[in-house]
């Protein structure tokens, strides 16, 4: 008995009557299949087939779209779609569809019966008629053919009838027939029965006309019916990528396979080959044991392939390692692929193109490639799926000292989110230096507490020297004047960290932050290299908005194509326009740092005024902590309003491409962030004290806004403050985004699936994958700025203010570990797989991180100079003592004021008796100074001079070592610049040895055929032609050969197109 297949293509878009084309192809069953399965054979011929103007009836499990070779095919194969009897097709007869369901039903329970699966006559749930068939309303929903030779070898074998129909597998990531793998999934809602609104019908002919077009550019389609769905609902639109169109794709897109021939070898290995068989030392087995110990599961996680790539064509197939073409390319770049033409395609009769606009505009709702399986469990087949393996050996906690395995996340996740966690892998390996000289900087600052260096602190703490002075009021009529030894933690808290190795250790980071980036350029080629990245950028295309939103066009110059561009007028006033709002915005974060300014201030005030006496003892700590939670809670607020903000500036400036799109909104919300992060802290090390001129001045009392200027340091100095601020900005930076990233996917995913439950019918019905994901919170198009951004703010923190605050090293350091593991739980278990993207580099991120670093060198010879006392110290020590020490410099640094120049509204608690004089901060002459009583003395201008010497040497310094070392260290190490050379040699001698082997072989193989078929002929029997030498190392060969066969056997008849088989 034959198993005949039918394949045609149904005319949509006629209303007279049209042909319904039958193409055949004859496949040889495999050995092991059923007697009734033994031969496979189709038949092609023309039926007139008249369209419907009603919706198409379609099955349940629904059908499939697909393109081979130049036509649509359309398999007419299941239950409920318009399923002919072979004879009757020979015939020209179409059956009734009631006919067609109960012939479809005996069938389908014979088969059964004959495979001993069930004799029920209800296992196929309740007996299908013409009254209980769903309707698919606009969208054609034809179903795909039988394996053709553009599809992809190895994969399942194909089902039963009995298994397509009934045996669904909840976890399966292949359509029905079990042998093409889902790619991209995209989901919409479409009610089939009653009125339908304009917009409605707008979209079911916008997602007609886009996945004819799918279609037509050569993609299979598979669309799960809304009555299977969890709500009932929910249309499931599942895409497949074949071969062919993969080849084609990734040739135009420039992806690489991995050639045979190309063995790496490392450079290091031909020039040290005899010592490298020579018996390793101790040192080398117990690095080697050290090392083994960070390393995850080779067993399980395949190592780094070692050949070299080189660009994929059609025509040179049997030089790549392609006899698995299901693994041949990877998912995400199978995924990438398939984005590529959803991004191309029209989805109506205009210029609209794009999978992205129909996001927009609710026409689908979601678009996502599925996860691979579940990744707390195996495969019911015992298969370790890369989803399991990359929660096993990356994403869970328990992993968080190995080393991540970036070839299966770039597999997985594509170039883009490889990068990223390659980036942060490296970036948290560099801190480990920081961290452990920061924390030796701490240590030695604790150890050396009461030695000689520290005699200030001494004097502050000593109640009977330079700690009984008395202290002017911080602020009028409500503060009490003090005594300095009430500054004494001040004092010691300042000394940890404002002590001689903080010099070191701001010269140190400021190596440190140019290395680091010399060091990731290096890093950064390699990836390049292994990871095919080179030049990605330079081929991309507009994005759709861009091309959709611009009216005016112009010649491209390079293409001689007419393309879409935004004139000069139209640039400038954008600009302006966007330029004007952030610098607005940028005016919001000043007054909100001025109002926690007059907020510290009217605290002191409210304090000193009715406060209970631990608060008026430790007012100073109290008003500073408050002050920058306070400061905290606001950043974090105006965060979150910044984005939205900065989403909708960069949509107004439409760039053209992705990467400036990206690259525009990255710039902006850094300046945001900056401010937002940074200016509280600028001002404390920078501004803070530096107006104050002394307590009797009244122009500081005629405004809220003058009062700034008499928000003074402690006499022990500013960087105790700044200490305080940065830690708490930083670590509760890093807590609550950790929180968030924890704890807001597991909500956000517990409540939509809520929420989809309470519409499920049947709750004890499992799940498929695509809904799966489809409850998973969907990462989003900038997926990774969140992440990109954290860290480099964390990298101003550690950076730009590291001499106020040496532990930020280890605080980052811990911080990213933890970040790490964080970010891929939420990427393998919490989130929709991202869409694949490529990407040269990190982006506009990297020229930040270089202004950063630059900055960091001003910044941190500013901290020492003018925030902490180093210099003020310095110059005391070897200018103005007796002794060369630092005895008296506490008395030195402090100007006396008489009290009875204080105005009738001034002056300190009235309850108090004021003394005689007081003293305050700074470097001024004494009420005594007949010249200029109050006026700056030349101490200051001392200290002044040294402090720019200071700036300026230690800047020449620090420029002069990071500038060798820029120079010193190559952007491209010296082995991979040999290795790429050795690349593109063997490329060019595999493409030479290609083209003079085809060239030897063409002739002969032509010859050959020619004359087998004669003999053949001659002898009246099958001839068989041979394969070519290529085509016989690719399992290739094996469809390419059995279509040779097919070709050559009798047909049934002289006019029949049915191909006989024995």
Request: charged residues 25%; neutral net charge.
């Amino acid at each position: 008995m034959r198993i005949i297949t039918v394949q045609g293509k149904l005319a949509m878009d006629t209303k007279d009557t049209s042909s319904l084309f039958i193409e055949t192809e004859t496949r040889k069953s495999s050995p092991g299949s059923s007697r009734r399965h033994s031969n496979e054979s189709t038949c092609s011929l023309n039926v007139p087939f008249e369209r419907q103007d009603t919706p198409q009836v379609s099955t349940i499990s629904s059908g499939y779209l697909t393109k081979s070779r130049s036509r649509s095919l359309v398999n007419i194969e299941r239950s409920g779609q318009h399923s002919f009897d072979v004879e009757s097709i020979l015939n020209g007869i179409e059956e009734s569809p009631k006919q067609k369901l109960q012939m479809r039903r005996s069938s389908l329970q014979n088969d059964c019966k004959r495979s001993g699966i069930s004799s029920d006559p209800n296992f196929f749930g309740p007996q299908l008629s013409s009254d209980n068939l769903s309707t698919v309303p606009g969208t054609p929903i034809p179903s795909l053919a039988p394996e053709t030779p553009d599809s992809d070898f190895n994969e399942s074998p194909p089902k039963t009838p009995c298994e397509r129909e009934v045996v669904a597998d909840p976890e399966s990531l292949y359509f029905r027939d079990g042998r093409r793998k889902i790619d991209m999934v995209l989901v919409y809602e479409e009610e089939e029965f009653g009125v339908m609104t304009e917009a409605e019908a707008k979209r079911r002919d916008q997602r007609r006309t886009f996945q004819e077009n799918l279609v037509k550019e050569g993609l299979e389609l598979e669309l799960e019916h809304k009555d299977l769905s969890f709500d009932g609902k929910t249309w499931f639109l599942k895409i497949h990528l074949p071969w062919k169109t993969k080849t084609r794709y990734a040739a135009v897109m420039g992806m690489k396979l991995p050639i045979k021939r190309f063995i790496t070898i490392s450079v290091k290995a031909w020039d040290d080959e005899k010592n490298s068989n020579k018996q390793k030392g101790w040192y080398s087995r117990w690095k080697d044991r050290w090392d083994n110990m960070f390393e995850f599961d080779h067993n399980l996680v395949d190592a780094v392939p070692s050949f070299y790539d080189s660009t994929q064509g059609a025509d040179r197939e049997e030089q790549f390692i392609v006899k698995d073409r299901v693994t041949s390319y990877s998912s995400a770049q199978r995924s990438l692929i398939v984005m590529q033409i959803l991004l191309r395609m029209k989805f109506d009769d205009t210029d609209k193109v794009g999978i992205r606009r129909l996001l927009n505009d609710s026409t689908y709702l979601a678009c996502f490639p599925l996860h691979e399986g579940r990744f707390d469990k195996e495969d019911s087949s015992g298969k370790i799926f890369d989803r399991r393996l990359l929660y096993l050996q990356w994403a869970k906690p328990a992993k968080w000292y190995k080393r991540q395995p970036l070839n299966l996340v770039r597999k997985y996740f594509g170039d883009k989110i490889g990068l990223y966690f390659c980036w942060l892998g490296f970036y948290t390996k560099m801190l480990y230096a920081p961290a452990i000289v920061g924390t030796l900087c701490f240590l030695y600052g604790l150890m050396s507490m009461d030695s000689d260096d520290n005699i200030p602190s001494k004097e502050i703490c000593d109640d009977n020297g330079p700690g009984n002075i008395t202290l002017c009021p911080l602020c009028d009529k409500a503060c009490r004047y003090q005594r300095l030894v009430d500054s004494c933690k001040f004092a010691r808290l300042t000394y940890l960290f404002d002590n001689p190795a903080t010099v070191f250790f701001a010269i140190f980071m400021s190596l440190w932050a140019t290395l680091f980036l010399e060091c990731w350029k290096r890093k950064q080629s390699v990836i390049q290299w292994e990871w095919d990245l080179q030049g990605v950028e330079q081929d991309e295309e507009p994005r759709p908005e861009f091309e959709t939103s611009v009216k005016t066009y112009r010649m491209n110059p390079v293409t001689r194509e007419k393309e879409p561009y935004l004139p000069t007028w139209s640039k400038t006033l954008r600009f302006f326009a966007t330029g004007s709002a952030v610098f607005f915005m940028l005016i919001v974060v000043l007054c909100a740092v001025l109002g926690t300014i007059i907020y510290r201030l009217s605290l002191v005030s409210v304090i000193y005024g009715g406060g209970g006496d631990l608060l008026k003892r430790h007012a100073k700590i109290f008003t500073s902590i408050s002050a920058a939670l306070i400061n905290l809670v606001i950043i974090m607020c105006l965060t979150r309003f910044y984005h939205k903000i900065a989403i909708s500036l960069t949509n107004l400036e439409n760039p053209r491409t992705q990467t400036e799109y990206e690259d525009s909104y990255t710039f902006k919300i850094f300046l945001f962030e900056f401010m937002n992060f940074y200016s509280s802290l600028i001002y404390i090390a920078f501004f803070k004290g530096r107006f104050f001129d002394y307590p009797g001045d009244t122009i500081s009392r005629q405004s809220e806004f003058l009062r700034v200027k008499g928000d003074v340091c402690d006499p022990a100095g500013c960087l105790s403050e700044l200490c305080i601020q940065l830690a708490i900005i930083m670590i509760g930076k890093q807590v609550f985004n950790n929180f968030l990233e924890l704890f807001n996917p597991k909500f956000y995913n517990w409540w939509r699936l809520r929420s989809h439950r309470s519409n499920t019918k049947d709750l004890s019905r499992k799940h498929t994958r695509w809904e799966e994901d489809y409850h998973l919170q969907d990462p989003g198009r900038l997926a990774l700025f969140d992440e990109y951004l954290e860290m480099i703010l964390q990298y101003g923190f550690v950076t730009l203010f590291v001499a106020a605050f040496p532990l930020a090293p280890l605080c980052a350091l811990l911080n990213n570990i933890a970040e790490i593991r964080l970010d891929a739980y939420k990427f393998v278990t919490q989130a929709r797989r991202p869409l694949a993207e490529r990407a040269e580099d990190i982006g506009a991120w990297y020229g930040i991180l270089r202004a950063i670093t630059y900055a960091a060198v001003v910044s941190n010879a500013f901290v020492i100079a003018y925030t902490s006392d180093f210099i003020p110290r310095m110059v005391y020590k070897y200018k103005y003592s007796p002794n060369d020490s630092l005895v008296g410099y506490i008395d030195a640094s402090l100007s006396v004021f008489n009290t009875s120049h204080y105005h009738e509204d001034m002056g300190g608690d009235t309850s108090q008796n004021p003394p005689p004089t007081c003293q305050y901060r700074g470097y001024r002459n004494g009420p005594e100074d007949l010249l200029d009583p109050y006026g700056l003395s030349p101490q200051y201008w001392h200290v002044f001079a040294a402090r720019l010497a200071f700036v300026v040497i230690f800047e020449h310094i620090v420029f002069a070592l990071t500038g060798i070392m820029q120079y010193i260290i190559p952007d491209v190490p010296s082995e991979l610049q040999t290795q790429i050379q050795r690349e593109t040699l063997l490329a060019k001698e595999a493409k030479y040895e290609h083209g003079l082997k085809k060239t030897d072989f063409d002739y002969d193989e032509i010859l050959g055929a020619i004359r087998d078929n004669n003999n053949a002929m001659r002898n009246d029997r099958t001839p068989a032609l041979r394969a070519s030498w290529a085509r016989r190392l690719s399992r290739l060969s094996d469809g390419l050969d059995a279509h040779v066969e097919v070709s050559t056997n009798k047909k049934a008849t002289t006019n029949s197109t049915v191909y006989e088989y024995s």
